[in-house]
């Protein structure tokens, strides 16, 4: 009988979340900034445990500025308070939003021009990988009306994120569990002649009903002997047999993501299909016993690009070989060369070799790992050496 699965406790403590933000102090004092400026719900989220499905409007503003001293400060639309008042956060400014004419701007300035001046310098969502949620407009405003200066503080954002407390892991953990179990229980659901529309869906309710609270990305795509990409789809193309069949998803729990994933036959596949597949399986587990505390992404990528070479790529569109994971999709560092960030432990990572074979037939795997001081800890249940077939 096999273990049941832990649910985490959903949202975070107080200790974490001042925990967080005494870490995050000492990333910003290091990087000169008196303050942290913040509006993408992801950033948002880390720092204070806020969330709503109303991100999926647009039409207000939300700030949260992050002190190199003291508490973070919310300064929030008042449709807002009352579920941020439910957090951590002690400190919230309020106006009645929607106004366009002034839509929190002169409250933001006002809160950013109260902290005290060390560094004279403002970090902001300007750089990679990140995102400004306000105006274009209206930051240049702020920019240049405010005392201090504004800067790209996502070098400093990230500094802060890549590395996960270990209450992120075990978030993370749990999704790639629930995903891990979904994979495994698909072939025995779907069948030759079913579209790749109808296998993302049923795929998609199964992760549902085992505990995901969403699943925002999950390409489902097919082809004979592999896919031309990976990233778009699912389309109404049926299922026919010699093809593989691509899925990959990142579904969440509690705001965290999974992201790996899994490749079937469908019936017989080629014996160039096996073959490559088995060298992707040797790819990805020497990039995860590379992913060690003081090895570097350009090391990870190096150890995987062997066996990708070995087996004949003639390119790979992806343009990496695995990348960071947390609270979105996609974080940095990438596995690339010249990437050069320097693996820390408790960072989260993928692991994903691709290769395409021949023309328009490419593979790829992907595994999710947390990194400890002994060395990698995979998240994911490990992929089958041998490709699972559906009938």
Partial sequence: MQNQLIVPRRGFSPSEFEARVARAQKIMSTHGFDALLVSAPPNVRYFTGFDSQ????????????????????????????????????????????PVPEDDGLSLLKATLESLPKRFGRIGAEMGREMALRMPVSEFLRLRETIGSSIEDGSPCLWEIRMVKTAAEIEHINYICQIASDAYEALPSQ??????????????????????????????????????????????????????????DTG??????????????????????????????????????????????????????????????AIGNNVGRLGHGLGLQLTEPPSHRLGDGTVILEN??????????????????????????????RLLTKRAPRELPVIR
């Fill in 190 to 247: 779907i069948s030759i002649g079913e579209s790749e529309r109808e296998v993302a869906r049923k795929l998609r309710i199964d992760i549902a009903r085992r505990g995901a609270d969403s699943t925002p990305f999950l390409p489902a795509i097919s082809g004979p002997g592999g896919v031309q990409q990976i990233v778009c789809g699912p389309h109404d193309r049926a299922l026919e047999k010699g093809d593989i069949l691509f899925i």
């Fill in 347 to 376: 960072m989260v990572l993928t692991i994903e070799p691709g290769m395409e074979y021949a023309p328009g037939k490419m593979i790829v795997h992907e595994e999710n790992i947390a990194i400890t001081r002994d060395g990698p």
């Fill in 251 to 312: 579904s969440t729990f509690d705001g965290y993501f999974c992201d790996f994933d899994r490749n079937y036959a469908v019936g017989n596949v080629s014996d160039d299909a096996h073959r490559v597949h088995e060298a992707l399986w040797l790819a990805t587990e020497a990039g995860i016993k590379a992913a060690v505390p003081g090895a570097t992404t350009d090391d990870v990528f190096r150890t995987m690009s062997k066996f990708i070479e070995d087996a004949g």
């Fill in 54 to 97: 109303f991100w999926e409007s647009p039409t207000r503003p939300w700030f949260v500025v992050v002190p190199v001293a003291g508490e973070p400060i919310a300064v929030i639309p008042e449709i807002g308070a009352p579920e941020m008042a439910l957090t951590w956060m002690k400190d919230i400014r309020t106006w009645p939003a």
